[in-house]
């Protein structure tokens, strides 16, 4: 049975670092992972797609990373900013999505 | 990819009463998904949506309580039954499409209910 897990479960950092949003499955045997963005009573923002055969994705701030046969991903985020606060979750595909728990983060400006 | 327009954005609801979630689809995809997130928590499916059949319910979940329409490849409903207070949650409806290159998940904007 697959399972998803995120660390830290909540982060709080200054304004202007870079930092890294950790998310690690057991069952290597997924399509794609996909890391989302969620804000306080919202919905869902998808942020990056990685498919199976990928190593990496880039968008702007955001670089997101794969390793299947470790069952890890990370999400890099550069130069946080305060509006990068909300809580990010990742999600590996095969059939269906199977959820982390997420990681709220907190951007102090 | 695919757009979902999910209605209501949000409600408060009676304890006893029933309301119904819809989702629309700007394309047609064979299953979708229904997912409950209570406060502080993560995503939790709900059920699986299959047009033409039954919806899967996952462990937890019955029809009585949740029960899913999905007339066409393109439309569903989710209606939570004699509602209570610890009904209130975000709740979301999925698609995941498969494209030749990639699979996405794709979902509407949630429904926020509050049951008082």
């Known amino acids: 049975k697959q399972e998803v897990t995120q660390i830290p479960a909540a982060l709080s950092v200054p304004e202007g670092e870079n930092l890294v949003l950790n998310c690690s499955f057991t069952?290597?045997?997924?399509?794609?992972l996909q890391w989302f963005r969620q804000d306080p009573g919202k919905g869902l923002t998808s942020l990056l797609l990685?498919?199976?055969s990928q190593r990496e994705q880039t968008s702007g701030r955001l670089n997101a990373s794969l390793d299947k046969s470790s069952g890890r991903s990370t999400l890099y985020i550069a130069a946080s900013q305060p509006g990068d606060s909300a809580t990010y979750l990742c999600a590996v595909i095969k059939y269906q999505l199977i959820w982390g728990a997420g990681t709220k983060l907190i951007i102090k400006p | 990819s695919a757009v979902i327009s999910q209605k209501p954005s949000r409600d408060i609801c009676q304890r006893g009463t029933s309301l119904t979630i819809q989702c629309q689809v700007d394309?047609?995809?064979?299953?979708m998904f229904w997912y409950r997130q209570q406060p502080g928590q993560s995503l939790t499916l709900i059920a699986t949506a299959n047009q033409g059949s039954e919806a899967t319910y996952e462990s937890g979940f019955v029809i009585d309580k949740f029960p899913i329409s999905r007339p066409n490849l393109t439309f569903s409903t989710l209606t939570v039954s004699n509602m209570s207070p610890e009904d209130s949650s975000i709740y979301l409806c999925?698609?995941?499409?498969?494209?030749?290159?990639?699979?996405?998940?794709?979902f509407g904007q949630g429904t926020r209910l509050t049951v008082v």
């Open positions: 999925s698609v995941v499409v498969r494209g030749e290159r990639n699979t996405e998940a794709f």
């Open positions: 990685i498919q199976s």
């Open positions: 069952d290597s045997a997924i399509y794609n």
């Open positions: 394309s047609q995809v064979t299953m």
